[in-house]
């Protein structure tokens, strides 16, 4: 399988909540430091990194609509807080000597290249890390949706995604001592369980795609790197 040889492009997905640190919202720059620098050894090592952030730490749009407000356009706000977080991870990397690209769903031209897959492709291959914002520009979507579908368009190998926990459980482990970690699972596996790897839109087109999907703890020491090498690491999703 691919993912016995290492990747050669991949789709790292940041949780936003990941990027407030011991914060519930905002930027911590010593996270985003951290996300960069990580980036910034594995791109050294010549993978093609492309990098989805969600936009937790700034606003759920599905949050805002339980407090009342129309649920497209408290979508719009959260897909508009993830371009907050990928400007801030490219001045980051950019500090670092990376050469980088945002590219966003929705158009705005001041700050963001549009979204343009073979243009991405064309930045990857000259070793430049591609940082999609807005999510897929459409509300009722999540932005690991997002990473799975640019992974797809773009054929990066697999998506990984960063998080707090350190793989996939069968409970809750900061609830249940007992909780089981999976170092594979199939995707039918995740669904019918209703595991926590990503929501079933992501997980139903990774499915149906084989894309792989690795799940991991995205502050542990190198682990960022091991992941984007491909090395054995948190729980891994695939056919
Ligand atoms: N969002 C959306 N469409 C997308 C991606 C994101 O409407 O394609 C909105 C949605 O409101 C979501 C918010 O942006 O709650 C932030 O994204 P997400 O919840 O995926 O961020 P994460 O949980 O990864 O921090």
Redesign the pocket.
Known sequence: AMYDTGWGRVVL???????AGDEQLGISPDVVRYVADAIAEAVAKGIQVAVV????????????SEGGMERGR??????L??VINCLALQDFLERLGVDTRVQT?IHMSQVAEAYIPRRAIRHLEKGRVVIFG?????????????AAQRALEIGAQAVLKGTQVDGVYDADPRKDAGAKKFDRLDYNEVLTRGLKVMDATAVSLCMDNGLPIVVFDLMGQGNIVRAVKGEKIGTIVCP
Do not use: W
Request: hydrophobic share 40%; net charge negative.
């Open positions: 997905k940041l949780s936003g909540e990941a990027f952030i969600g936009g937790g730490n700034m606003l759920r749009g599905a949050q805002m408290a979508d719009y706000m959260g897909m807080g993830t769903a807005g999510g897929l520009g459409a509300p009722f979507f999540s932005t690991d949706t997002a």
